[in-house]
């Protein structure tokens, strides 16, 4: 992997590591509910951070934040979107809520 990629770049990659086992509809359940135990382990650093005193380091926050991206790829797959489909429409709803910014 480069050190640079496009977030379908990173869809496609993720996509390789799919259970294959899974049919869509499961893919679908198993890729949204890791997406939110995923970020339940990010928000806890967090908590740690924080509330703790505690600091697990930037590397496991980009471990984490990784296994996030990696289920919303894949959820996203699923549902029949691409990363940056996804991306541009959030930035052009940003853009309308906040216009000034």
Known sequence: MSDSMTLDEFQR????????????RDRLLDAAMGMSEESAEVLGLVRKRIFQ??????????E??????WCLSVT????????????????QKLAERHPTL
Do not use: Y
């Open 64 to 69: 984490e934040l990784g296994d996030v991206l």
């Open 53 to 62: 005193s505690r600091d697990a380091g930037t590397e496991r926050f980009r």
């Open 13 to 24: 990659a993720s996509l390789r590591t799919v259970n294959p086992s899974l049919d869509a």
């Open 76 to 91: 996203a797959h699923t549902l029949g979107f691409s990363l940056s489909e996804i991306a541009k429409a959030n930035q």
